[in-house]
């Protein structure tokens, strides 16, 4: 495998081995949990706003609790800002909508494409050489999209082929847009903030952003039942708060190959999760494009994983970089933490 310099001992990886199944449990279950949400009637960036609301608070008390310094360089205000309007406020403001008009197996699949269009972007802003198989695999994986948005039909459930199917398949692909636009940006606070603090403040700038486009949606707020509100907490406190932590555990115990080799089961799990919890059903053009997609991350991801390290910075499976500090910073914890496992 590689970076090898990263290596742990067999005993000591199997905790970050059981963290990055969990993370690939919830984050492959976050799409149908907001479908969920979404099938009751309440909006789409309300959700978002809620959801964030919640896991920046508690964010915001582990890093305070870790005794983490939260004033932000004068230099810097603007750029997070923009960063969270990226990740957070625009990213959901895709996906949620997305999510709302397509089937959550069809988006979690389209989300898929998020490595592939982030070393696209990489080979056209910055010139970064792309081997010819990697070029193969983000070609795989645009042509499985196009199958996922244009499956000629499919035989119940969702449609991607209908209009409203259609809206929500490109409003998905503005999401991956987003995300990879918000990784490009990032990667330049990734040697100055601890991932911590970074994701933090992104979060609490992301949720700021949510607030006056979830005003827009104020004449179809209602009242969210007990199922809602448990699925809201779910995403709130598990998918993006513990899910989180229990990632960059993983990130930092583990070399990049195997990270993303789970982070590749994501959208299986999402597939799944819609089918057997929504009730969803896929086109076989659907599966095969599917299939198409998580084929062209490997490629691209295995690729990645193979790249020599010099010990200074490694590369996340999602395109950011980290460094010796960020590292120190996540497997630090706090004396007596009680809660080691959302505290890596």
């Known amino acids: 495998m590689g970076g090898g310099a990263f290596a742990v001992p067999a005993k000591r990886s199997a905790p970050a081995h059981v963290a990055l199944t969990v993370v690939v449990i919830l984050w492959g279950m ?6 969920i949400i979404l099938n009751t009637g309440f909006p789409p960036l309300t959700t978002a706003l809620l959801r964030f609301a919640i896991a920046s608070a508690v964010m915001l008390a582990i890093l305070k609790a870790r005794n983490k310094r939260l004033s932000i360089p004068k230099g810097d205000i603007l750029p997070l800002g923009l960063s969270g309007l990226l990740g957070v406020t625009l990213y959901f403001f895709f996906e ?6 397509t089937s959550a197996s069809n988006a979690s699949l389209i989300i898929a494409t998020i490595p592939v269009f982030t070393v ?16 193969g695999g983000i070609g795989l994986s645009i042509a499985g999209v196009y199958f996922l948005i244009n499956p000629g039909g499919t035989p119940g459930g969702a449609s991607p082929s209908s209009a409203n199917g259609l809206a929500g398949s490109l ?6 847009f987003s995300w990879v636009a918000y990784v490009l940006l990032s990667k330049k606070f990734a040697q100055k903030l601890p991932r911590l603090a970074l994701t933090t403040y992104q979060f609490l700038f992301g949720t700021l952003f949510l607030i006056p486009l979830s005003l827009f949606e104020r004449r179809e707020w209602v009242a969210m039942g007990t199922n809602a ?5 779910f995403l709130a406190l ?5 899910g989180y932590f229990l990632y960059l555990y993983g990130l930092f115990r583990l070399d990049p190959t195997t990270v993303s080799s789970y982070i590749n089961l994501i959208p299986v799990v999402g597939a799944l999760s819609g089918i057997f919890v929504l009730g969803e059903r896929l086109a076989v053009s659907q599966i095969l494009g599917g299939a198409a997609v998580i084929a062209g991350v490997v490629v691209v991801n295995v690729r990645m994983g193979k790249r020599k390290h010099d010990g200074r ?7 950011m970089i980290t460094n010796r500090s960020t590292r120190r910073a996540c497997r630090s914890r706090p004396p007596k933490s009680p809660r080691p496992g959302i505290s890596p």
Request: aromatic share 10%; net charge positive; with cysteine.
């Open 313 to 319: 910075e490694r590369r996340d499976p999602r395109g």
């Open 171 to 176: 409003l998905m692909l503005g999401a991956c």
């Open 96 to 101: 949620n909508r997305g999510i709302k008009l």
């Open 30 to 35: 976050s799409f149908t949990s907001t479908k």
């Open 120 to 135: 696209a972007a990489e080979m056209v802003f910055f010139r970064h050489r792309v081997p010819l198989v990697k070029m």
């Open 238 to 242: 598990l998918c993006s708060a513990a």
């Open 229 to 233: 509100w448990f699925n809201l907490l």
